[in-house]
């Protein structure tokens, strides 16, 4: 009897793994570390369905490790400081996966960075958002980030061959078909509808498929087309200022389940890197949908985002912040640093002139060399701001 296809198929090799070859062919470098047992601390990123729980299951098996499963919405610091008290003295180190890694509070993150510094275990993650944008700097900088991608349509094959023989079945060319096309490239999906068609249908009608997934799953994902391609074409549109192209791939992203939350923060960080002191009022817009839409979720949150998308479309555009900053960066990075001068120490020396007992400003040297990062385009009120700065000096 077919029970539970999704766990009985779950493969328990690497060579079993469907799809992700650019990362788990046998020349690859995440292939090569599994098999030597050398694996640093991982995260895994991409559409549900494509094998992150899986392959981290596989490498706990791989290295002979205890397998822990977590999961970030429910996850207590405490059941982390337990398996790491358990394993003290072990000699291997237990595996610890944390499912919706995104959803981790920064608190949270802190806690982990300890027994990934020490090894005290393998630290893996899975999420279905970028990893570069939601787990904090000492997390990305201890850890490496693997993407995984939605499983192609000929990717499959190799599943349907597997099914027909261990189950002595026959799946024919239009179920095939409809399997894949309605399932997103998720694997998961997919064993799902085909588990309940057969249990219907011993035969698999097409009619019991389509009748159990009337409309394909959407997940703002296909192998052509990942959540992230549609969320640059979103920031593309909004910084070339087309309305209806912002709030196209708006909707292709509401409509494909993206989290209102995923949304509104690339719109938070739009309003400041494209647009920021031409319009400062899109900042506070674009913060405030986040807060907003935290808060009320679907179906009414797309009101709110597409409100914020046709603000900051409309709005005028300058990265003279962003630029700055960046070039500030640069010269911090690349040069030794520079004194602080006597009179900007803390306490200031006398020589430190009061700009407010001088009328809101007085000359006096706030850097030992002269260095210029900034540059006003003289868009929107970056103009008024130009002209402030320009009054207040003279």
Same mark, same amino acid.
């Given at each position: 009897?077919?029970?539970?296809?999704?766990?009985?198929?779950?493969?328990k090799?690497?060579d079993d793994?469907? !799809?992700?070859t650019?990362i @788990?062919?046998?020349?690859?470098?995440?292939? *090569?570390?599994? *098999?030597k047992?050398s694996?640093?601390?991982?995260?895994?990123?991409?559409?549900?369905?494509?094998? /992150?729980?899986?392959?981290?299951k596989?490498?706990?098996?791989?290295?002979?490790?205890?397998?822990?499963?977590?999961d970030?919405?429910?996850? /207590?610091v405490e059941e982390?400081?337990k398996?790491?008290k358990? #394993?003290? &003295?072990?000699?291997?180190?237990?595996?610890?996966?944390?499912?919706?890694?995104?959803?981790?509070? /920064?608190?949270?993150q802190?806690?982990?960075?300890?027994?990934?510094?020490s +090894?005290?275990? $393998?630290?893996?993650?899975a999420?279905?958002e970028n990893?570069?944008?939601t787990?904090?700097?000492?997390?990305?900088?201890?850890s490496m980030?693997f993407e995984?991608k939605a499983i192609?349509k000929?990717?499959?094959?190799k599943l349907f061959v597997?099914?027909?023989?261990?189950f002595?079945i026959?799946? +024919?060319k239009e179920?095939?078909?409809?399997?894949?096309?309605?399932s997103a490239?998720?694997?998961?999906?997919?064993?799902?509808?085909?588990e309940f068609?057969? %249990?219907?249908? =011993?035969?698999?009608d097409? %009619?019991t498929? *389509?009748e159990?997934r009337?409309q394909a799953? %959407?997940?703002?994902v296909?192998s052509?087309?990942?959540h992230?391609?549609?969320?640059?074409?979103l920031?593309k549109?909004l910084?070339?200022?087309?309305i209806?192209?912002?709030?196209y791939y708006?909707?292709r @992203?509401?409509d494909?389940?993206?989290s209102?939350?995923?949304?509104?923060?690339?719109?938070?960080?739009?309003?400041?890197?494209?647009?920021? &002191?031409?319009?400062? #009022?899109a900042l506070?817009?674009?913060?405030?949908t $986040?807060?907003a839409?935290?808060?009320? !979720?679907y179906p009414e949150?797309?009101?709110?985002?597409?409100?914020c998308?046709v603000?900051?479309a409309?709005?005028?555009?300058?990265n003279s912040?962003y /630029?700055?900053?960046n070039?500030?960066l640069?010269?911090?990075?690349n040069n030794?640093?520079?004194?602080?001068?006597? #009179?900007?120490?803390s306490p200031?020396?006398?020589?430190? @002139?009061?700009?407010h007992?001088?009328?809101g400003?007085v000359?006096?040297?706030?850097?030992? %060399?002269?260095?210029?990062f900034?540059?006003?385009?003289?868009?929107?009120?970056? *103009?008024?701001?130009s002209?402030?700065? =320009?009054k207040i000096k003279?």
């Amino acid at each position: 009897m077919i029970q539970n296809l999704a766990q009985t198929l779950r493969p328990k090799k690497l060579d079993d793994v469907i !799809g992700q070859t650019h990362i @788990l062919a046998e020349d690859k470098p995440l292939y *090569k570390l599994i *098999k030597k047992g050398s694996l640093p601390h991982s995260f895994f990123y991409g559409p549900a369905g494509c094998g /992150k729980t899986t392959v981290a299951k596989i490498i706990a098996n791989e290295l002979g490790s205890d397998f822990y499963f977590l999961d970030a919405t429910s996850i /207590k610091v405490e059941e982390i400081r337990k398996i790491l008290k358990t #394993h003290k &003295n072990s000699l291997i180190k237990p595996t610890i996966f944390i499912d919706e890694v995104h959803r981790l509070s /920064k608190t949270q993150q802190e806690v982990l960075l300890l027994p990934m510094e020490s +090894n005290e275990a $393998l630290i893996l993650g899975a999420s279905t958002e970028n990893p570069y944008f939601t787990l904090t700097s000492g997390i990305r900088s201890r850890s490496m980030l693997f993407e995984f991608k939605a499983i192609k349509k000929e990717e499959f094959e190799k599943l349907f061959v597997r099914v027909e023989k261990e189950f002595s079945i026959e799946i +024919n060319k239009e179920a095939r078909e409809y399997l894949v096309d309605s399932s997103a490239g998720d694997v998961r999906a997919l064993l799902n509808l085909l588990e309940f068609g057969l %249990k219907a249908d =011993e035969s698999l009608d097409i %009619k019991t498929l *389509k009748e159990l997934r009337p409309q394909a799953l %959407k997940d703002g994902v296909s192998s052509s087309d990942t959540h992230y391609n549609l969320a640059s074409a979103l920031i593309k549109s909004l910084r070339g200022s087309d309305i209806d192209a912002s709030l196209y791939y708006l909707a292709r @992203l509401i409509d494909g389940g993206e989290s209102a939350d995923f949304i509104a923060r690339r719109l938070v960080i739009f309003s400041s890197e494209d647009i920021g &002191n031409a319009n400062p #009022h899109a900042l506070n817009l674009a913060t405030s949908t $986040l807060t907003a839409v935290k808060n009320i !979720g679907y179906p009414e949150a797309r009101i709110i985002l597409a409100q914020c998308t046709v603000y900051l479309a409309s709005s005028p555009k300058s990265n003279s912040s962003y /630029k700055a900053i960046n070039q500030a960066l640069d010269y911090v990075k690349n040069n030794p640093p520079l004194t602080v001068p006597n #009179h900007l120490k803390s306490p200031p020396s006398s020589e430190y @002139l009061y700009p407010h007992d001088f009328g809101g400003y007085v000359g006096q040297k706030y850097l030992e %060399k002269d260095l210029s990062f900034y540059e006003s385009f003289g868009v929107g009120f970056e *103009k008024t701001l130009s002209e402030w700065i =320009e009054k207040i000096k003279k």
